[in-house]
């Protein structure tokens, strides 16, 4: 990597360590659409998976690499030669290549989890990078739990790593056990301790189990460390990872003080935040920072007072600079396509031919029931195109019947292989009888864990958002549906759900 002055580097691990977090399972067309929006949004890295892991993520990260030519594309590999192996036949049509391997170097995990010495560790560190530069130029080391590692052991693990050709030095606070000022002095101690860590970018990963993730990668980059690995809307495993946004907002709103820059492109962040969300079913905390959808909003008098007075007042972003519009009500029943193509571009979506079709059909259907469509509605109905799946099961049709006095009834329609199936149930209620009369159809063995419903946008005629999360065999798998008619949305959800855990078993 070239050195600027100042610059920090975005590693994006939002389709690697990003996907880990339960009930995410993203299709390789999914991420793929998630990762040209991480090419607008300008990350330098994007890590788009862990390709030895599954069939489907080798794919996703051979279909990235053919298409993302101008960003760095990284692959995951634990330190053995299968993994770098399948990493480097993934990656193998990338233009900008790079091996991330990495093993784990915290006694606790060395005794537990590895069962091995810290001898073997140091000799399979050196072996695996080694490997790795067979394939690519650029290997990232990262020393899984380094926050909980011997400094001194840790050091002389990164100089064999540096010693067999590895260009960047990954810290990781796996568990987020680590505190700001210490994680700074131990930036400091890698930099004073390891042969050979000036040639080599230093970069971190930190989680955010004890919401320390920001704040400890911000340290780390005080104390010289040059790359932040971090995830769209903080989602990762556990409590998740740095948040992306955050970071590149810190820089760039205190850069006076940090004398730092990243080549963000913070216009796109926003809309990034927006398909990453809809796209995983992660939901994101109104009160999140900068992309939770009070960020900006001034509630109290006081507030309100002086932000007519002088935005400077409340505001230290402002929500243009993260490409936040005000939502208008444009289109209605007699905008044409034209409009409709016009208004998906001014929002920064685009469509393939096909979903785009099926977008301007679901738009016009809306505004025949609706009247007004405002930004959030067509946003809502072309992230549920992107949001694409195989329709093994094809809901036709469904019919409730409920009522305070009455037991709630409903009937589904289903097509699988061109032939219709029809069930009925009763149930506690229209989604509880629906979910139920799919389950006859579809005979697979699920459990309903989680149920979200929220309103895409204002007024009593909003679109209703539902993502279901149900779990098969161990296996989290997250559904979405939207609709006018939120039982509609349920269903829709729930069939979702269904067909992502026969594509995932494909
Ligand atoms: O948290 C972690 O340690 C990781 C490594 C693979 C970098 O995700
Ligand atoms: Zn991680």
């Known amino acids: 990597m070239e050195e600027k002055k100042g610059k920090i580097y975005i590693f994006d691990t939002t389709l690697r360590d990003g996907e880990q977090a339960p009930g995410i399972h993203l299709n390789t067309r999914e991420k793929l659409e998630i990762a040209k929006q991480l090419e607008k949004l300008n990350v330098d890295v994007i890590e788009a998976g862990f390709p030895i892991s599954s069939k489907s993520d080798f794919n996703s990260v051979r279909e990235i690499s053919k298409e993302i030519r101008n960003r760095k594309i990284a692959a995951l590999a634990r330190a053995n030669f299968k993994d770098i192996d399948a990493a480097g036949e993934a990656l193998k049509e990338a233009e900008q290549p790079v091996i991330h391997t990495f093993i784990s170097s915290s006694d606790i995990h060395l005794k537990y989890q590895l069962k091995k010495s810290r001898e073997e560790v140091l000799e399979l560190a050196g072996e695996a990078v080694k490997r790795s530069r067979n394939y690519t130029d650029v290997v990232e080391f990262s020393a899984m739990d380094a926050t909980r590692s011997d400094w001194a052991y840790l050091c002389r693990l990164y100089e064999i790593a540096i010693k067999n050709g590895a260009t960047i030095i990954n810290v990781p606070d796996t568990v987020g056990y680590a505190l700001p000022d210490e994680f700074g002095e131990m930036i400091d101690y890698i930099f004073e301790n390891t042969e050979g860590i000036e040639n080599v970018v230093v970069s971190v990963h930190c989680h955010n189990d004890l919401g320390l993730a920001v704040a400890n990668s911000l340290a780390a980059i005080k104390h010289g460390a040059r790359q932040v690995e971090c995830a769209v809307n903080g989602i990762g495993e556990r409590a998740g990872n740095a948040a992306l946004e955050e970071i590149v907002m810190i820089i760039d709103t205190r850069k006076n003080r940090l004398g730092m820059y990243t080549d963000i492109n913070t216009k796109e962040i926003i809309r990034t935040s927006s398909i990453v969300r809809s796209l995983t079913g992660y939901i994101v905390a109104p009160n999140k920072a900068i992309v939770g959808k009070n960020a900006f909003s001034h509630e109290a008098g006081i507030h ?40 998906l571009n001014e929002l920064g979506i685009h469509l393939s031919e096909e979903n785009l079709e099926k977008a301007f059909e679901r738009f016009k259907d809306l505004a025949e029931k609706k009247g007004a469509i405002n930004d959030e509605d067509i946003k809502a109905i072309a992230e549920d195109e992107i949001r694409e799946v195989t329709e093994h099961f094809l809901l036709k049709y469904y019919r409730i019947q409920s009522g305070s006095d009455i037991n709630a009834e409903a009937t589904v329609g289903i097509e699988i292989n061109g032939k219709l199936h029809e069930s009925s149930s009763t149930g506690n209620g229209p989604v509880d009888a629906s979910f139920k009369a799919i389950d006859k159809i579809v005979n697979i063995n699920t459990r309903l864990i989680e ?9 009593k005629d909003a679109l209703g958002s539902v993502k279901v999360v149900v779990s098969t065999n161990g296996v989290e798998v997250m559904g979405s549906g939207i609709s006018t008619d939120i039982v509609e949305a349920s269903i829709k959800a729930y069939v979702d759900a269904m067909n992502r855990i026969v594509e995932n078993k494909e």
């Not at 007075?309 to 905008?335: A, C, F, M, N, Q």
């Not at 149920?451 to 007024?459: C, D, R």
């Open 304 to 343: 309100q007072d002086g932000m007519l007075k002088d935005r400077s007042t409340y505001e230290i972003i402002r929500p243009e600079d993260i490409g936040l519009k005000s939502s208008k009500l444009v289109l209605g029943k007699h905008s044409g396509r034209h409009a409709f193509v016009g208004k």
């Open 451 to 459: 149920y979200n419903i929220e309103a895409v946008s204002g007024g």
